[in-house]
């Protein structure tokens, strides 16, 4: 989930704003997963969750948005908002895209979760591939998921007959935290996507670093209008 792409939603929950020079437009989106999945490691205690979102996205490349999704650590229900703005486009046969996300968890159960990260993606042909650096966090900067940690992946997808495809990614998590106080957090992670419309079918698989190393298998639905 955390999927991206809002500023500005306030002047309309429309469809389309026009100009003469150029055109944007704002969408909404929803969702069901059996299993939230970030970075393949359970953020729904291996439970359902749901989510839906608001994106503006400009013709220049310019778009922010906004997400929310139930999440459960353990600690008792609570929600992940994410709010994000970015610049995305295309040179050639090559896509980037360069923007901040910040992930805010608002209920008191979640105090100290909040961080935030600036991304940078890009793909060419069926190859996706990026990175996120984590630049301000509520948590100590020599603890998991404070400042300075970054998460790198690369992806594949194809399609395949009767339109059904398929989306290989592997993913690294690099913590830069004091090992001699939280041990050796680092790990990676593989996920195969099986998706046909709205449909995605996902298996899962983290190292034991990440304390969530069963594989998983999930059942997700998501759509936007």
Do not use: C
């Not at 969408?27 to 839906?52: F, H, K, M």
């Not at 993913?171 to 001699?180: M, Q, T």
């Amino acid at each position: 989930m955390r999927q991206m792409h809002k500023a500005l939603i306030a002047a309309a929950l429309g469809s389309v704003f026009y100009s003469q020079a150029s055109i944007a437009e704002v969408s909404a989106n929803i969702g069901v997963t059996s299993n939230y999945l970030w970075r393949g490691v359970t953020q729904s205690a291996d439970g359902p969750s749901v989510s839906g979102g608001l994106d503006y996205e400009h013709e220049s490349g310019l778009y922010a948005g906004t997400w929310i999704g139930s999440v459960d650590w353990g600690n008792g229900d609570g929600a992940e908002t994410n709010w994000y703005f970015g610049y995305a486009g295309e040179a050639g046969d090559f896509g980037y895209d360069v923007g901040y996300v910040y992930y805010a968890y608002p209920e008191e159960e979640y105090d100290e979760s909040n961080f935030g990260e600036a991304y940078a993606n890009g793909s060419f042909g069926g190859f996706g591939f990026g990175l996120a650096y984590t630049l301000n966090a509520d948590a100590d900067d020599d603890a998991p998921f404070g400042q300075g940690d970054i998460y790198y992946h690369v992806s594949y997808g194809f399609d395949l007959p009767q339109e059904y495809s398929l989306g290989l990614t592997y993913g690294y998590y690099d913590f830069d935290i004091d090992e001699s106080v939280w041990g050796d957090w680092n790990y990676s992670h593989v996920q195969a996507d099986l998706s046909k419309g709205d449909f995605t079918f996902s298996i899962s698989k983290a190292q034991e670093e990440s304390g969530d190393d069963d594989t998983k298998f999930v059942v997700s639905w998501g759509t936007s209008f």
